[in-house]
């Protein structure tokens, strides 16, 4: 590549109007769907603005990877901050992610770093701790630590954290801590002693279709231009979403869909860019899983990406992938199925979270309803050319 070449694609149209807005470390304007957890941080923690005591305060946001735990504590972080502020009180927000801070030696030390400049060498950390604590109250400043993924920290260390108050005096203490985990993470350090320490717990549920539809629509909006991204790719993101409990991966998905946008200059997301992103963010479409298939249901699997080829569209009808599913099996002379039994078919496909399927409700039709499907992570050309090679192994003599 030649400078000339290199300026070209900088040159080009982007898809997108806010990159960032798809970053994980992005906390957006809104938060949906999290009213209720926020609600419960601010019922919480507004004693700090109103008593002039000032207690210290811990709570403690559990839940499954991808359902907001992280974007939660920081909107509230943040707004609270800006609240304070208008009360003349100076908050300090302060992030840490117990991934790169793997003790509680390093956080105290980044804290002293940063409040009084010193290396903390020769301090022991409750020295350390003093200081800082000192730095405060001389500042008539207020702290509010987060602490993430703090599973990876000892029992002892989360202990020592959440007891700062009765160690060094409530008076002293003007520091009150929000700890993040996952459920599962979080019982491994889980004592009596640390539970007494907690204010509230707050736990997070996976968010539902609709929730993540909403969610998904807003950073879409966000980050990228008019018509780029349809209600058909929402609704399938939303789905993959919804099947695997992981907004994170919905956010992903949208943003490497975004760059492939960019590099192949194309002015709009497809399907088959989401399933591609889907499969490299959420590799879950695995060979071993196909192997498992018999006959009839590895031809409803072709019909199914033959129709949405046709299509060209997100969602294909169980009518058109039946049509397909009867040309493939004739094809290799292997006597189709009658639809009810392709119907057992697609349920089993969805059950394997190979495919996703919904029905939606039709105004102007006689039924009234018809069941949509769709391919959750590989696209469906991809699908396609590895079906017919398994079929020419075991039906071409």
């Not at 941080?41 to 839940?63: K, T």
């Not at 399938?236 to 960019?262: C, F, P, W």
Request: hydrophobic share 40%.
């Amino acid at each position: 590549m030649d400078e000339e070449e290199f300026r070209k694609h900088f040159m080009t149209k982007s898809v997108f109007n806010q990159a960032n807005s798809l970053d994980m470390s992005y906390v957006p304007e809104k938060i949906y769907c999290r009213n209720e957890a926020i609600k419960n941080l601010v019922f919480n923690f507004r004693r700090i603005l109103e008593e002039e005591e000032q207690p210290s305060i811990n709570c403690l946001i559990l839940g499954k990877g991808g359902v907001g735990k992280t974007c939660t504590a920081r909107y509230f972080g943040r707004n609270f901050k800006t609240i304070a502020l208008e009360k003349d009180v100076d908050v300090f927000i302060e992030y840490y992610n117990c991934i790169n801070f793997r003790s509680k030696s390093k956080i105290i030390r980044e804290l002293l770093a940063k409040y009084t400049h010193g290396s903390g060498r020769g301090f022991s950390d409750d020295e350390a701790l003093k200081l800082i604590l000192k730095q405060l109250i001389r500042e008539k400043g207020y702290m509010l630590l987060i602490i993430d993924e703090v599973h990876l920290l000892r029992s002892d260390e989360v202990l020592a954290f959440l007891d700062i108050a009765e160690t060094y005096g409530h008076q002293n203490a003007k520091l009150s801590i929000i700890l993040i985990s996952r459920n599962k993470d979080w019982m491994t350090i889980e004592t009596e002693r640390i539970l007494s320490r907690l204010n509230e717990k707050i736990r997070l549920k996976p968010y539902n279709y609709d929730e993540a539809k909403k969610i998904l629509e807003y950073r879409s909006d966000l980050a990228f231009k008019e018509y780029v991204v349809d209600d058909d790719i929402l609704s399938m993101i939303s789905q993959i979403v919804t099947d695997h409990e992981n907004m994170r991966h919905g956010i992903e998905i949208l943003r490497k869909s975004g760059l492939y946008a960019d590099k192949e200059n194309l002015d709009r997301i497809n399907a088959d860019t989401i399933r591609a992103a889907s499969n490299e963010v959420y590799p879950t479409f695995r060979g071993e899983i196909v192997d498992q298939l018999n006959d009839q249901e590895l031809f409803a699997l072709f019909g199914i990406a033959r129709s949405l080829i046709n299509k060209d569209e997100p969602f294909t009808l169980v009518d058109d992938a039946f049509e397909e599913y009867q040309i493939i099996s004739e094809t290799y002379s292997i006597e189709p199925h009658v639809k009810m039994s392709f119907r057992k078919y697609i349920r089993t496909l969805n059950q394997l979270k190979i495919i996703a399927s919904k029905t939606v409700r039709i105004e102007e039709a006689e039924r009234g309803r018809h069941l949509e499907i769709t391919l959750l992570d590989i696209p469906a050309l991809k699908l396609e050319e590895f079906l017919i090679e398994i079929f020419n192994r075991k039906f071409s003599s």
